[in-house]
């Protein structure tokens, strides 16, 4: 069980490109959390995905940032048109189920660096 | 949303001192999760707490959940410098959908 992987680990792009990371649950996981932690500052929670669904993106920013989870494949967050504020690390989490107990121990990818020029 | 306000921010200590961190929301706890992050790395889970009163122990670490008051403390006995890291508290948001952590404590055990 190779557990949660992120990809890239490390990406750099210009502001305006397009960053995108990705991230592959646990086997057996269908759940899937994005967060962001700025250098200094604590995780904020960004987005709850299940399969094919958005459960809850209240913590997206509402313009160029966008969540995905397919049927088949990685979830991937996508940021369009990044700036110098969005250089972050990213991370991804995991977890079996969404609700009862037990379903919210999250299991943790190494996450993606983002460093924007 | 939940807030969780961690104390203290970063903590320095000598090895094989005992400490605790705190960890207080905002709001009703519905379960409380401790993980602990190596610098530039993911995090690890620690222990969840489900209960009030609740308290469990891992090699030298210990939490407790004291609902009424929804703080949750860890402390750590005879601390060695392979405790360093940042320990984070989490916890489920009302509706179950989120999950958000609270705002970290940086240790730091010097040998």
């Known amino acids: 069980n190779a557990g949660v992987m992120q990809n890239p680990r490390h990406l750099v792009r210009r502001r305006g490109q397009e960053a995108r990371l990705r991230c592959s649950p646990m086997k057996g996981h269908s759940h899937v959390y994005w967060y962001r932690q700025l250098p200094e500052e604590g995780l904020k929670f960004m987005v709850y995905l299940q399969k094919e669904n958005i459960i809850d993106e209240s913590g997206m920013p509402k313009e160029r940032f966008s969540a995905e989870f397919p049927k088949e494949g990685p979830s991937i967050l996508r940021i369009q048109q990044v700036v110098r504020g969005d250089s972050a690390a990213y991370f991804c989490?995991?977890?079996?189920?969404?609700?009862?107990?037990?379903?919210?121990?999250?299991?943790f990818g190494a996450g993606s660096r983002l460093t924007v020029l | 949303s939940q807030e969780l306000e961690q104390s203290p921010q970063s903590l320095i200590v000598q090895e094989g001192k005992n400490l605790t961190i705190n960890c207080t929301s905002s709001k009703t706890l519905y379960g409380l999760y401790w993980y602990k992050q190596k610098y530039g790395e993911g995090l690890i889970f620690l222990m969840m707490?489900?209960?009030?009163?609740e308290e469990k122990s891992h090699e030298k670490i210990t939490a407790k959940l004291d609902e009424k008051k929804q703080q949750s403390s860890l402390h750590i006995t005879a601390s060695q410098p392979s405790h360093a890291g940042i320990y984070l508290c989490?916890?489920?948001?009302?509706?179950?959908?989120?999950?958000?952590f609270g705002t970290g404590t940086s240790l730091t055990v010097i040998p």
């Open positions: 989490a995991s977890s079996p189920q969404g609700q009862g107990a037990g379903a919210n121990v999250l299991t």
């Open positions: 707490l489900q209960k009030g009163g």
């Open positions: 989490g916890a489920p948001g009302p509706g179950g959908n989120q999950f958000y």
